[in-house]
């Protein structure tokens, strides 16, 4: 699936966890992305951010082996695992069997295995439900399913595309909370696709705004850990990326400045047609 | 002291204040009735209640003279050739033929249905060489088939399960065919980037997804194996319920006639009852709407 994987499978990147290059993807004479260069380390949280329609998802499925039809140079780790949207848990299948689906029995047979998924879904607090069909759960015990499922994995690479874009925003903040302890436990790469501004400062060590199917800034995040909305730095990097984003501070009201969900809220207005 | 109590003691004194309030009428946002539905009948009680009263229609309507016992058998002279055809050991060894060439026609045409809609549904290939011949072969009339297969296969148990067989295929292959191709692609993509095989992608995701409507397709295929072996039974046959009722006709006993279709109806409530629960068993994870 991944085609850069299969053709040099002894590369090196040392420490690097993804090394695109020259990525190109068009749909119909259309180019969605235009020569990309991104590369990740392996510890790194990168948010790619970026309106409706910029490529930011098409971009990630190619990482994630979802799309054959680019061009340029990519290369992942093996390991990788992907988040979507909806968590895209098969509903004839227990929440456990969800969780372990598709990896093979080791050594310890289905037994390791299975506490292996219990494990995972102990680490995102839902080891009750293990035995509950996946239509039962909340929108929120679905994505936690859906992240214990990337996680039992052990991937090198984690590919979040807008995990939490259709959970309500208390949920999302429990969410955030959430990923940042998974992440800090387990170190992976991250890439997570959103376009919520304030959901990518607040989690990410580095933030990616692609405009066009071009990249338009990558900037670090240089917010002190726990980061608050309120912080002048973080203030300054929203304002900066919604800059960049083509929103500008009059579209936003001030009252939705410092509001829990601000960021999104921001974006309704601006992209009433988000998908 | 009831809200409603409240409610109309306060809107009262308030007029008495005279104040220009405008008065809202209140209501509970569903009716009282509803909310408090305590006693529930048992499903299995109101179902049977339905065909209770066809049948009570039935008896009532032969005992007020509405038909001669030679146009229609009352549901009580049907019973009694049912014990008079038992007891001679008639009823029991025909059933057992005619549940046994729908047996073994409906296994015949599942597995037919159920492969060519696997080999349609999974391969874009399989569906453009299979499924126009299916979609022709359709449209065939069954029945006209009768001679043809006598002709083919003789007069023995062959054509009968032949026609059973091609009576019960085509809900299967439809309905199967239309499951695989109605799932969720998302959740197939899913599959994939977690490593399922393309044989776990369809055992695991792909079949399942595809159960539900292969059940409405076997629902569909039992009550059409069961309406070709009364017509091939009919036709041509020593034996099974379709030929009682020939019979019967020969020797004009109404009764008989009807009985063979009374047992012909219970054994279709019986099939669909049979579905339903292997609908519950292997649906459970499915929470859609029941019905109020």
Known sequence: MSRGYEEAPEVLTNGAAVIAHNVRRSFNGRDVLKDVNLTIQGDEFVALLGRSGTGKSTLLRILGGLDADYEGDVLVPQRRAVVFQESRLVPWLRVAANVVLGLRPGNGGRAALRARGLAALAEVELAEHARDWPLTLSGGEAQRVALARALVREPQLMLLDEPFGALDALTRIKMHALLQRLCARHRPAVLLVTHDVDEAILLA????????????????????????????????????????????????????????SGGDRQFHRQDPEKI | MSVIDLVSRRSTKEDEGSNSIDVITLEHPVSTKRRRRSFRVPRIVRRTVGPLIVVALWQWSCSAGVFTSFEVASPIAVFDAGRELWSQGVLQTNLLVSLRRVAEGLGVGVSIGLFFAVLSGLFRLGEDLVDPVIQAARAVPILGLVPLAIIWFGVGELPKIFLI???????????????????????????????????????????PGALPNFLVGLRLALVGSWLIVIVAEEINAQSGIGYLIMQAQTTARTDIMMLGLAIYAILGLCADALVRLLERRLLSWRRGFVGA
């Open chain 1, 205 to 260: 060590d580095r933030v990616v705004v692609l405009v066009d199917g071009e990249i338009a800034l990558d900037t670090r995040v240089d917010v002190k850990h726990p980061r608050d909305r309120g912080n002048p730095a973080f203030v300054d990097l929203r304002n900066q990326l919604l800059k960049e984003l083509g929103v500008n501070e009059v579209d936003v009201a001030p009252s939705l400045l410092h509001a829990v």
């Open chain 2, 165 to 207: 067989a091609l009576g019960s295929t085509f809900a299967i292959y439809i309905n199967t065919f239309a499951g695989i191709r109605g799932v969720d692609t998302k959740l197939v993509e899913a599959g994939q980037t977690f490593g399922l095989s393309r044989w776990g992608l369809v055992r695991r995701v792909i079949l």
